[in-house]
T-cell receptor, first 110, second 118 residues
């Protein structure tokens, strides 16, 4: 059974810092991996989708990497801003389903 | 990009009544839709997977007679919480996986429905 773990559970940083969110999964036979952002009381916004054959994807200040052999993905956020404050969820696409981690609650202080 | 519209965003109902939540894919055909439940400060729990024109597949522990799912078209899936009780109060989110977009099949989520049963 696929299990996804995210570390840290919560993170508070001053504005401008670069930061890394970690995601690990137990079964490396994944299809794709997707990072999402969730604001309080809202749905999920897709940030980056990495196919299993790719090693990284970039969008603006966000960079996500994937190392299937070690079962790890990282989301790098450059020059963090208060507007980046949200919960970040990592999800592995396992067959036809998404398996989510518990998320990292990020707070960027101004 | 792909958009999934979910309504209502909030609903308060009396115990014993039924509530219907709609999930629509606006600019793509959603062959498969997913319904999740999320408790405060927790991640999403998959409740069921619905495929257009066929019965939904429910996850273990989810009562299919309580959470009725209908996926009558390629753009609409509905979740009906029947005979709602206070313990059904939660945040419900739908997701759709459409046909291949730019060669990549990703997931798009609705904005969620906050259900409160009083």
């Amino acid at each position: 059974k696929q299990e996804v773990t995210q570390i840290p559970a919560a993170l508070s940083v001053p504005e401008g810092e670069n930061l890394v969110l970690n995601c690990s999964f137990t079964d490396s036979a994944i299809y794709n991996l997707q990072w999402f952002r969730q604001d309080p009381g809202k749905g999920l916004t897709s940030l980056l989708l990495i196919q299993s054959s790719q090693r990284e994807q970039t969008s603006g200040r966000l960079n996500a990497s994937l190392d299937k052999s070690s079962g790890r993905s990282t989301l790098y956020i450059a020059a963090s801003q208060p507007g980046d404050s949200a919960t970040y969820l990592c999800a592995v696409i396992d067959g036809n389903k998404l398996v989510f981690g518990a998320g990292t609650i990020l707070r960027v202080k101004s | 990009g792909a958009v999934v519209s979910q309504h209502p965003s909030r609903v308060i109902c009396k115990s014993g009544t039924s509530v219907k939540i709609e999930c629509r894919s606006l600019d793509f055909q959603a062959t498969t839709m997913f319904w999740y439940r999320q408790f405060p400060k927790q991640s999403l729990m998959l409740m069921a997977t619905s495929n257009e024109g066929s019965k939904a597949t429910y996850e273990q522990g989810v009562e299919k007679d309580k959470f009725l799912i209908n996926h009558a078209s390629l753009t609409l899936s509905t979740l009906t919480v029947t005979s709602a009780h206070p313990e059904d109060s939660s945040f419900y989110i739908c997701s759709a996986r459409g046909t291949v977009l730019r060669g990549i099949s990703g997931y798009t989520f609705g904005s969620g429905t906050r259900l409160t049963v009083v």
